[in-house]
């Protein structure tokens, strides 16, 4: 959850979307830098080795992911689509862990999603809802369902495509961003 503190900094006026943008980006570069140094030099701290789940040990590990979805929809989508897709990751998603996880490859149980569902649902309906969305309420809610759907889903499974974990880091944001954007564009 400490990773609101970025989208809160946004929220709180502290800095602008576009400062936002550029302190993800850096995130993104750091995180990066330290990824090839972790995955292809062999820089091994202790705090890898605490805090990196068994497949992500030969891949990029969840924070790097993060900065990852997160930088890609604060430059992809405005702030009424990205901050709710922001903050089903970093207050959805481990909220969503602390009641359930998975494996990859399986699902978690229906109560996990449907607490994940609900709590995307209200964080997105306020920024989907507001002015800055421009679309009647019922679209706005009806954005805010299809968001915290797609991050239900995303949440739910974990993929693996040719031994390699698609982690919910990754798939969170972008899954709400889209589907977001996408209700509503055809609603207003």
Known sequence: MSGTGLPALYLLDLVTWRELQYLLAAGLLVAGVLEFFRL????????????????????PAGYALYFVSLTAVAF?????????????????????GLLGSNDA???????????????????????????????????GVAAAAAGAAGATLADGVKPVVATYVIDDNLSIPPAACVAIWAVLLLGG
């Open 105 to 139: 490859g399986r699902g978690k149980r229906l109560g996990v999603l449907a607490a994940m569902f609900g709590v995307c649902f209200l964080l997105a309906v306020p920024f989907t809802t507001s002015q800055a969305a421009s679309v009647p309420w019922l679209v």
């Open 40 to 59: 292809f030099v062999g820089l091994d701290w202790w705090v890898y080795r605490r805090l990196t789940r068994e497949y992500e040990r030969g891949n």
């Open 76 to 96: 992809l989508f405005d702030p009424p689509v990205a901050v709710p897709g922001m903050l089903m990751l970093t207050v959805g998603d481990p909220i969503s």
